[in-house]
Nanobody, 121 residues
């Protein structure tokens, strides 16, 4: 089970940090990812991190502004979001993948409920 938190309202240029806690004891075996879905849009890849934390991947739209990290001792993955833009407004989902270096929705096996991020201009 994945539980995302940390969403909220931010102004453009501001920051938010999302967290996703996993109840699965084998959390450290999974690559973890963040996806987002804006109103009327598809669910898109945002960022992912390998099971060890040694490799990270980002969508071009967030590269340089967002940072994904994980703490396997706490079964938690984070998404630090800086320099937020109104177009970052979306429902953000965390997900777990048994695949290596997963960046596609189809590669993710488990999904949490989303947390809403709203960025005002």
């Amino acid at each position: 089970q994945l539980q995302a938190s940390g969403g909220g309202l931010a102004q453009a240029g501001g920051s938010l940090r999302l967290s996703c806690a996993a109840s699965e004891r084998t959390f450290e075996n999974y690559d973890m990812g963040w996806f987002r879905q804006g109103p009327g849009l598809e669910r898109d890849f945002v960022a992912s991190i390998s099971s060890s934390g040694g490799s990270t991947f980002y969508a071009n739209s967030v590269k340089g502004r967002f940072t994904i990290s994980r703490d396997n001792a706490k079964n938690t993955v984070y998404l630090q979001m800086n320099s937020l833009k109104p177009e970052d407004t979306a429902l953000y989902y965390c997900a777990a993948s048994a695949s290596r270096y997963a960046t596609r929705k189809s590669e993710y096996n488990y999904w949490g409920r989303g947390t809403q991020v709203t960025v005002s201009s």
